[in-house]
């Protein structure tokens, strides 16, 4: 299940944002037995490059990676620790 998520994270990144970087990793296995954890979702870390996100604030970033992950934050991301950079802030 966990290669699935990692997939589908990341097709609807790239679907979203033509990064030319992009790293999912799954970090589920650091939170066993997290009280936040017992539901089965996943905890994700994402480091995504794109010109998508020139000029924009850390948090409007964010809130653009959230969107694009859409019905997966409650279905099967627990929490996910985003690092969004534009083309010339890498």
Sequence with gaps: MTAARV???RQRLEQE?????L??????HL???HPGAADGR???RVRIVSGRFEGMPRL???RLVYAAMGDL???DIHALNIEAVS????
């Design 31 to 33: 939170h066993r037995g």
């Design 17 to 21: 944002f033509s990064p030319s970087e």
């Design 60 to 62: 409007a970033r964010h």
């Design 7 to 9: 997939a589908m994270i």
């Design 73 to 75: 934050m409650e279905t």
């Design 87 to 90: 083309e010339n802030d890498s």
């Design 42 to 44: 996943g905890h994700f």
């Design 23 to 28: 790293e999912v990793i799954d970090d589920s």
